[in-house]
């Protein structure tokens, strides 16, 4: 109760503030980039019940000659670029937040396909609302693998507090100043999640038997 409380009252006070910028970007992007302005998307929830999530659109549309989308780094624009890089784009999960489906602080919501591939341990990272930032992405975001992300995050499910909140919320402002974690080596922003080998091994031996 005192973090959706906390949740409520911060963020409808800070989408008061930054009004003017929400605004601006909208017809940035929706110039630059044309409609639709919002990247929407279903995502993976509490308890894994999913929900549509919204940030700013950062990529075009853009296929090859089979109608196929191109690779997120082609697809990816200058603008799009900027705008992960200092986190902009997540400002619409703000309204995400006053609606009850995220909350500020909490396991980045992924890819509803991903939910087959987690470990039992890493499924406990929806025993959390996902968040706009959370443990892991002030611990290294996307330059860490995605076994090291589930670890921070299941921590995070067994720790949580307001106080831990406040914390990774100031520590985040220090990660968006200095752009750190963005991607991850090699590519736009991080590789598919196909599984972890203890996943895999544990599905071989299930098959077995």
Not at 161 to 189: C, N, P, Q, Y
């Amino acid at each position: 109760m005192l973090k959706r409380l906390f949740d409520f009252i911060a963020t409808a006070a800070g989408l008061i503030v930054i009004s003017p910028v929400l605004l601006f970007l909208f017809f940035l992007v929706r110039q630059k980039m044309g409609s639709p302005v919002f990247f929407r998307q279903k995502r993976p929830g509490l308890h894994g019940d999913p929900f549509y999530m919204y940030k700013f659109r950062t990529m075009t549309n853009a296929c090859d000659d089979n109608s196929c989308l191109l690779p997120d780094c082609e697809r990816l624009t200058r603008l799009g670029r900027f705008l992960r890089a200092t986190s902009l784009d997540e400002l619409p999960e703000l309204f995400n937040v006053l609606n009850g489906d995220m909350s500020l602080v909490g396991p980045r919501p992924l890819l509803l396909q991903y939910l087959d591939r987690y470990t039992p341990d890493q499924a406990r990272r929806h025993e959390a609302k996902p968040g706009i930032t959370g443990w892991a992405q002030v611990n290294g975001r996307n330059a860490i693998t995605w076994e090291e992300k589930f670890k921070l995050d299941v921590w995070y499910v067994e720790n949580q507090s307001l106080w831990l909140d406040i914390k990774i919320l100031l520590m985040t402002v220090g990660k968006v100043f200095h752009r750190e974690g963005i991607s991850a080596d090699g590519e736009a922003t991080m590789q598919e999640f196909m599984g972890s080998e203890q996943h895999s091994v544990s599905n071989k031996r299930s098959i077995r038997i």
